[in-house]
């Protein structure tokens, strides 16, 4: 069988992966990236002249989702060259903000996030998502709040956006405005939180990482926000 024949076999054998986790089945991500980690081994990532930036950033989910931190730097900067042009910056560096997010490095995270260009409302919605999580984290509550009206505002004046893309801003901007006012052992509070969190039915990105903030606040083990 052919190197580009074999390759896209794994690319179709990746979508059924995507079709699973995106059901909820988040135990796929772990078998997902053992396939990534096979096809870049055996140089089956890049079948034309450019990897698409859509394949690019699922890889980079797959690595972020199953902490292969180390492997995942590598990648990016071994096969940045070779992202499809028209989003080369974009990818590149959101994905490395989505990687020093993950390395608690919170100022190289806004660096990386000051230069990408938004040309796709995607890549605007991961970026705003990563910098109010990275505010969160530098206990900027008045930088989340700020971040927060502008995103819904984006989502009012955007008419090129799609349905999936308003929900998804609505309920980041819901869901992160509640948290921020919640506080340390708070239980009423948090309880009602992670309870309406588990039992909405539309589709919030986050939610895992929600969760755990909150659940942190329950504990008494994470940190409010200053007013």
């Known amino acids: 069988i052919d190197k580009y024949r074999l390759g896209y076999y794994y690319l179709y054998l990746t979508s059924m992966h995507w079709l699973k986790i995106n059901s909820g089945r988040v ?6 990236i053992k396939v990534y980690k096979h096809l870049e081994n055996r140089s089956l990532i890049r079948l034309e002249a450019y990897i698409q930036h859509d394949v690019f950033n699922s890889i980079v989910m797959a690595a972020l989702n199953t902490k292969e931190i180390a492997w995942l730097e590598k990648f990016i900067e071994k096969n940045k060259k070779f992202i499809e042009p028209a989003y080369t910056s974009d990818v590149y560096n959101l994905n490395l903000a989505k990687l020093l997010f993950e390395k608690s490095e919170y100022n190289s ?29 530098m206990g900027d509550k008045e930088g989340i709040i700020f971040t927060l009206d502008s995103f819904k505002h984006y989502a009012g004046r955007n008419n090129k956006l799609v349905s999936s893309q308003i929900n998804n801003i609505k309920m980041l901007v819901k869901y992160f405005r509640m948290l921020i006012k919640l506080k340390p052992g708070d239980t009423y509070n948090i309880n009602k939180f992670l309870e309406l969190l588990s039992k909405e ?21 994470g940190f409010s926000l200053k007013d």
């Open 27 to 32: 135990d796929y991500f772990q078998p997902l």
């Open 109 to 137: 995270v806004l660096e990386r996030l000051n230069s990408v260009e938004f040309r796709d409302p995607n890549y605007f919605i991961n970026a705003k998502t990563i910098l109010i999580k990275t505010l969160f984290e």
């Open 201 to 221: 039915k539309m589709f919030v990105p986050q939610r895992i990482w929600l969760t755990g903030k909150a659940e942190m606040l329950l504990n008494n083990s």
